[in-house]
């Protein structure tokens, strides 16, 4: 044989011997690793009233209407021409007057009793009392005197309004309660009180409208409210650890919905309109306090609203998957043209990659029941959407890719197992069980964090109604689900003395 055609059958069966040492090892060549995505997860942010009551001693109200309208509102020192009407007798049918009319001096007062306070609505109603003592003198010098008394009730109704400043303001209207005009049925005339007490007390109102705003400053209802807003500006710990969960309230207004008074005490009706920013990890700064804003007209009912994140971080799921995989590999796997497969699975490797998919790398050896000396070791590459239902911890994967060398016989096998085995359904079934816990552990944390608890000059009071999970996505960060609170809370201001 030729020396050159020798040579190609030696360089044949050289290659032919490496093809054959190749496929009895059949280690497959490494896949390239997905890119690994950065992105954070996002803050979540909501908005909330939260009802804010302020209270004060409103005794001072008490005094100065008390102050302000005196006892005797007014005094009556009249001539009346006609006291007591002529007499008239019918006479072969006409009236004849037997007498002339008779005049007199009316003399006597109007004076008022205990003034008393009661909140309705948004007023706040004195009431006055009225008491008349009249008396008629020198009737015609026949009637030395005649006495009459009457009784009546007027209310000044007080409305308190707010400035732009937060500076209170006050109008002030007079009431009457009564169906037929009061007054005193006197030696056959009526003499009625409306004009009078009118006349008395007109200049009282243009009093108390004067001097209630600065009795009312007395009540420190702008330093309070600017306290309040201030204060505010607070981040509140919703979890401590596993992992450190931080909720940052940011006002926006101050609603003011009114007020009511009961006994000696005036309550100012606000609510903070702010808004929720959750963190997980470092605590917050809290935002910088902005300048103390005019007061927002109307108190909407819209209570407590902000989002926690439920993240999952991605080390802790390995171990979870891993586990859920060492069950399954007791099992063979029978695969088209291969026959029985035993794999055995020794390593995890869990991140997000890009379009917030999950990378899942599997560390497996796989080889055939019938040849068990001829094994395969490689890693194979999963990527997946997560996908979960709104209100459901249930987490399911769309769009499955499995990534691996197909252009050996054992990638070829290794591809097959990942692709027989239904990862994607492993590890929803693991994850699925992992947030359902983190999520009732997180609920009942919040619960406990936000029942009551004191932030500065702030009593901060939670009742939370329910929890609203988002759909989940994958994070750099971690997997994300969003979970929505809703509830009411209450304020208290309650400065430290």
Known sequence: ????????????????????????????????????????????????????????????????????????????????????????????????????????????????????????????????????????????????????????????????????????????????????????????????????????????????????????????????????????????????????????????????????????????????????????????EPSAPGPLPAPASGLRERGLDFFLPVVADYDPLEPVILRALDKREARPFTLPALGEVKADFTAVEVYATQGQRLAVGIDLAAWQTSAPEKVTRGKVWLTATPVSQPGSAQVKFANVEVRGKTDTLGGTMLVRVAQQFSFSDTIADALAQDFAGDLEELQGKVRRALAERREGALLIRTDIDRFETGAITAYGQGLYMPVRARGRANLRYLPRR
Not at 24 to 46: F, L, N
Not at 47 to 54: A, C, D, G, I, N
């Open 1 to 284: 044989m030729p020396m050159r055609s020798q040579i190609r059958v030696l360089r044949a069966i050289i290659a032919a011997s490496l093809i054959t040492v190749s496929a009895c090892k059949q280690d497959s060549a490494p896949v390239p690793a997905p890119p690994r995505a950065e992105d954070p997860v996002p803050v979540p942010t909501g908005s909330s009233l939260v009802s804010v009551p302020v209270t004060a001693d409103a005794s001072l109200l008490r005094r100065l209407v008390e102050r302000e309208v005196p006892q005797t509102l007014w005094q009556i020192d009249e001539r009346f021409e006609r006291c007591v009407p002529p007499q008239r007798i019918k006479v072969l049918g006409q009236r004849i007057k037997l007498a002339p009319k008779i005049g007199c001096r009316v003399v006597g007062q109007v004076t008022r009793g205990p003034i008393t306070l009661r909140g309705e609505g948004e007023d706040i109603v004195a009431q006055v009392p009225l008491r008349a003592r009249v008396q008629a003198r020198d009737v015609g010098g026949i009637i030395k005197h005649e006495t009459a008394t009457g009784s009546a009730m007027a209310s000044a109704r007080i409305r308190l309004v707010l400035a732009p400043d937060w500076s209170p303001r006050a109008r002030v209207t007079l009431r009457y309660n009564w169906t037929r005009e009061p007054g005193i049925d006197f030696l056959g005339k009526r003499i009625e009180f409306t004009k009078q007490a009118d006349k008395a007390l007109r200049p009282v109102v243009a009093r108390l409208e004067r001097s209630l705003p600065r009795e009312l400053e007395k009540l420190r209802p702008r330093p309070q409210v600017a306290d309040l807003w201030r204060s505010g500006f607070t981040v509140l710990s919703l979890n401590e650890k596993n992992p450190p969960v931080w909720l940052r309230l940011t006002p926006l207004k101050v609603h003011y919905g009114g007020y009511s008074f009961r006994g000696d005490a005036i309550t100012l009706n606000l609510g903070l309109e702010a808004t929720t920013e959750t963190f997980v990890g470092k605590r917050p």
